[in-house]
């Protein structure tokens, strides 16, 4: 993965900050939990140093969303709700614009799938269960987590434990990692 950390890292990571600092920021974090989970979990030496680079940047597709949407302090409408559910698509497409990219595929598939559920009831593409890749199925994981932990202008932050009593209420429903993957 040297090729990210001398090519691709800086360039998305500048981008992203610049876009807006909250997601660099939940994006650093959920880079830095997706590794500690797929470690405990025993994922490969492959996995992790996909994941490694790939959860910091799982939401990079927001770059492409419009202010009053990304920004927007209080609840989105349904026309809004679709403009934010693009994002993994958007982010998709710019991994894959380095054709050369080590692992790309891998990377672009990690970054569209984050938001697909056990269930089928997720996006962009409805996939359910084991057909969610596995890289996805951490970073949905860490990235719900993290959202639930941290403050936002519409949301008090939840305790650890309120946080880990709701992902494992969602079993079954949103993507779940454990020693058996």
């Known amino acids: 993965m040297d090729i990210w950390a001398a090519r691709i890292d800086p360039i998305l990571s500048a981008a992203l900050k610049q876009r807006d600092a909250y997601t660099a920021d939940h994006c650093w974090r959920v880079g830095a939990l997706a590794v500690a989970l797929a470690q405990a979990c025993g994922l490969s030496q492959h996995d992790l140093s996909i994941l490694s680079v790939v959860a910091r940047f799982h939401d990079i597709g927001k770059i492409g969303l ?4 990304l920004l927007k302090p209080g609840p989105l409408d349904a026309d809004e709700w679709e403009i934010v559910k693009s994002h993994s698509v958007r982010g998709e497409q710019i991994i894959r614009s380095d054709r050369y990219l080590p692992y790309m595929q891998e990377a672009a598939l990690a970054i569209r799938h984050h938001h697909e559920y ?4 997720g996006y962009p593409d409805g996939l359910r269960g084991q057909a969610i890749p596995l890289l996805s199925r ?6 719900s987590y993290d959202a639930m932990t941290t403050r936002r202008v519409y949301q008090a932050s939840r305790s650890h434990d309120e946080t880990m009593s709701i992902l494992s209420s969602e079993r079954g429903t949103k993507p779940e990692v454990s020693p058996h993957l």
């Open 66 to 69: 419009p202010d009053a949407v």
């Open 118 to 121: 056990y269930d089928g009831l």
């Open 138 to 143: 951490v970073i949905s994981i860490v990235d």
